[in-house]
């Protein structure tokens, strides 16, 4: 079953699924939500819906420069996620990348968070670990 990916600019939807998918890793790191921080962010994103059978299932947010394209949120609703929804969303960041010319993917992720594996099986390496974060990126051929 392939994901419908399309823009979205539904705040209240990509706030949500931030914070169910999110509010554990925040405990866990004794951190908080901070609304004015998603809402000034939330500008300067193109951010995504990821539907399956009519419904939201997940939110891929991404900017760049001119060297690299950044996954900011990729946020799978849980029922749906390790069913290659995120494999998705990064490969279609990956065709938006190539069709600029821009060559390199990168993302951030708490080093606690379990996605990071499925980051390296697509691919991507740590290129350094600084408060409790992993920053990783990747090529693109």
């Not at 600019?9 to 931030?18: C, G, L, N, R, T």
């Not at 419904?55 to 891929?60: D, E, F, N």
Request: proline residues 1%.
């Amino acid at each position: 079953m392939e994901a419908i990916i399309r823009r979205t600019d539904d705040k209240a939807f990509a706030e949500s699924i931030i914070r169910q998918n999110m509010s554990a890793y925040y405990k866990q790191l004794d951190m908080h939500w901070d609304t004015a921080l998603f809402d000034k962010q939330w500008d300067e994103f193109e951010s995504y819906e990821l539907v399956i059978n009519a419904s939201r299932v997940g939110l891929l947010c991404i900017n760049h420069d001119e060297n690299a394209y950044y996954i900011r949120e990729l946020q799978i609703d849980q029922q749906w996620q390790r069913q290659g929804v995120g494999t998705a969303a990064i490969r279609y960041t990956e065709a938006i990348a190539k069709q600029a010319g821009i060559h390199l993917l990168r993302l951030r992720v708490f080093c606690i968070n379990p996605a990071s594996a499925l980051y390296e099986r697509m691919g991507f390496r740590v290129r350094k670990t600084e408060g409790g974060t992993h920053y990783m990126e990747r090529s693109i051929l």
